[in-house]
C-alpha cells in the first residue's frame, strides 16, 4: 500500500510525544511502531512526553500540535469526488495507548462519544493538503488559507476536550492538572456511501464496517504527578553514593530520580531539587532506578568532595514529584582487596599460562626424540 | 611402546563390537554436576585475604568457605579395565566482604576516613570495615585425565565406583568494588593463575534402586549408569611458585550427581 502513510505527531520543538502510535484504515500500511520517531517511550531521547512540563505556557514553551502528513496520491481524491470533504476531529477514549489495540476513527451524526470537529474542508474547493505533497497540520492548513481563523491546537487544547461535536472552535485553554486521558486524532475522507471511493458526502466519516479512509494519531496526555518520597537515607561509598529512598505511593513504572552536585556551604541546600538548575560551575548529576524493584541507587562521585543531593520520583512520562529532603554524604577512597594488595600482584591472564607452551615443547621434544629411537629399533 | 599404544586403542574400539548387547557395553562419556566449600589459601597473603573476605564472629553456613560449583565432562577412551580417559572441568565460585578503611588525620589535623596501607590492615584493631562492597569471583578451568574403577560395580553386587582424576587447572580470577572490576596500580584486577590439582572419590551406582528402570533409560536414552558421589579435591594452584600470583591452593570435598551415557 504505497499511496497512504505514515503520519507522525509532532511537537513546536521536538517530534512526537510519549506513548503515541499512528495508523489509518482501510487497507492502509501501518507505520513500524518500532520507530523511535513514533513510539516515543519517556527513556527515548528523541520525543518528548506529553506531561506537565508539555503544558508550561511560559514564553516560548507552550506546546503544540502539529501531524506530519505523508502524501495522498491523486487517484484517491479523483475517486472519491469534487464533493469529498476532508474531516479532522478529537476523540477522547479511557484505553491506555496501545501497539496492539487499534482506535477506530468514527465521525457519526449519531455518534455520541465525546469527540470534537477540529476542522473540516471540502476537496474540490481546497485540494490541499493531500495532493502530491505531505504536509503538516494544521500549519500548511492555515498557510493554504482555509479555515477563517487560524488553529493552534495545543496540548490545553486537547485536555480541554469535552462533549459531543462542539464544533470547529479551538481553544488555546491552559493545561489543567492532575488529569491523564488516551486521544485519538483522526484525519478522515467522507464520502457519499460510506464506502471508500465513492464519489460526493454525507457529513459522516465511519470507521467500523464501511470504512471510509482515516488515518489516526493516539497519543497519552499525563499531567498527574507522582507521589512524593517520604524519606531518604545516603551511604558514603567508594567513588560513589548510595541512596535509599522511600515513597508510600509509588507506582509501578515510577523510577527514582537522584540528583546530587557538590556542596558549597557547610550544610546542604534546602531548596527543592527540582528546581535545581545546573550550571559549568555546579553541575548536577543524576542517576534513575526502577522505584518497585531497587531499594537504592548508587551515583558516581569523587573521593573526598561532599555533595549534597535529594530525590525525587518520576513517572512514565516524565512528570517529577515531591523531593525528599536533601543529604548530605562525602565519598572517600577505601581499601578493595586488589587496590591495596601487599607485595607485587600479576594482572591478567596471558602470562599465567607461560608453563603451557613450555611444557607442550618439552613434551613434543620428548615425543620426538622417542619416535626417532623407534625408528633406528625398526 | 607404540605398538602397546596401538593394542590398547584397538581394544578400546573394539568393544562396542564385541558387546553388541547394549546391556552389556561401557559408557562412552559422562557428565557431572558437584558443589562444595573451598577456601583458597592465599600463601603468605593469607591474613589479608582473611581481613576481607572471612568473618570471624559470622558462622553462618558457606560464609567463610563458600561453595564452589562445577560440571565435568569425561569422555572414556579405553573402557576394558575401568574407564579411562580425558576430561573438562569448568568451575564458579565467589566470596563477598567489606571494604577496609583506616582513619588518618588530614592537613588540617581533622582525622579523616582513607585508604589504609597493607600493614594497617594487617595490624588487628587499625583498619576497620569499610562502607562499600569488594568480591572475589574465580573460573576455574581444568584439563585432564580421569580413571573410574569401575569393575567391581561391573563384577560384583557392590554399587560403588572408586575413581581419581588430575589435570592442569587454570583459575581466571577478577576482583569487583561495589559490582565494578578494581583495580591494582591502575591496571585491572583481573587475572588467572596456573596449577595442578589432584581428586579422589567415590562414586554410588544408583542403578540397583530400580533395575528395570535403569535398564530401560540405557536401551532407550543412552544412559548407561548414574551416580551419586563425593569426592575430595587437593588443589596446588600457585602458578608453580610464582608468589606475584593469586595462590588458589587448597582442598575442597564435594558432592553431585552424575550420569554416564552409551
Known sequence: MRWLFVAVIALTAAPAAAQTYVGGYPGLALPNLDSPDILCNVPTTTCRPLNIAACDDSAGLARTFKVALPAIPPNLWTNAGASAKVYVWLQKTTTSPSSTVMPICQYMTTTTSQNVLIATWQYATNVWPFTGAAAVFPDDYNSAGIASTPLNFSVGDVMNVTGVFAGSTVMNKACPTGASATYVLCFGIDTINNTSLAAGSDSQVDGTSNREVTLWVQFLIDTVPPAAVDSVSATALKARIEVSPKSAGKLAGDRWNVKIREQLGSTPSTAACNTWVSTDADPIKTATGDAISAGSVSIDATNGVTYEGCVDLLDQVGNEGTGSASFSATPFDQCDFASCYPGQLQTGFCAAVAPVPMAATVILLLLRRLRRRDGVRS | ?262
Open chain 2, 1 to 262: 611402546m607404540i605398538r602397546l599404544v596401538a593394542l590398547a586403542t584397538v581394544l578400546a574400539t573394539a568393544t562396542p563390537a564385541l558387546a553388541a548387547d547394549h546391556e552389556d557395553a561401557q559408557p562412552s562419556w559422562g557428565i557431572s554436576f558437584r558443589t562444595g566449600p573451598y577456601k583458597p589459601s592465599m600463601g603468605t597473603n593469607a591474613r589479608y585475604y582473611n581481613a576481607y573476605y572471612t568473618s570471624p564472629t559470622d558462622h553462618s553456613l558457606f560464609k567463610n568457605h563458600p561453595l564452589m560449583t562445577e560440571v565435568e565432562i569425561d569422555y572414556y577412551i579405553l573402557r576394558e579395565f575401568g574407564l579411562l580417559g580425558p576430561m573438562v572441568e569448568l568451575g564458579m565460585w565467589g566470596v563477598s566482604g567489606a571494604t577496609r578503611a583506616c582513619v588518618h588525620p588530614d592537613a588540617s589535623g581533622t582525622p579523616v576516613k582513607g585508604p589504609c596501607s597493607s600493614t594497617e590492615i594487617l595490624t588487628p584493631g587499625v583498619s576497620q570495615s569499610g562502607t562499600d562492597s569488594t568480591k572475589l569471583t574465580a573460573y576455574p578451568i581444568t584439563l585432564g585425565a580421569i580413571y573410574k574403577a569401575d569393575l567391581i560395580k561391573r563384577y560384583t553386587v557392590i554399587p560403588l565406583v572408586p575413581y581419581a582424576k588430575g589435570g592442569l587447572t587454570w583459575f581466571t580470577w577478577r576482583n569487583t568494588v561495589g559490582g565494578k572490576l578494581s583495580h591494582y596500580l591502575g591496571h585491572p584486577a583481573e587475572g588467572a593463575t596456573l596449577g595442578v590439582r589432584g581428586t579422589v572419590g567415590l562414586a554410588f551406582n544408583l542403578d540397583f534402586i530400580e533395575p528395570n528402570a535403569a535398564s530401560r533409560a540405557r536401551m532407550s536414552t543412552g544412559i548407561a549408569d548414574s551416580y551419586l558421589f563425593g569426592e575430595m579435591s587437593f588443589l596446588w594452584v600457585d602458578g608453580f611458585g610464582n608468589n606475584k600470583r593469586l595462590n588458589f591452593s587448597g582442598q575442597t570435598v564435594q558432592v553431585g550427581f552424575a550420569v554416564d551415557f552409551l
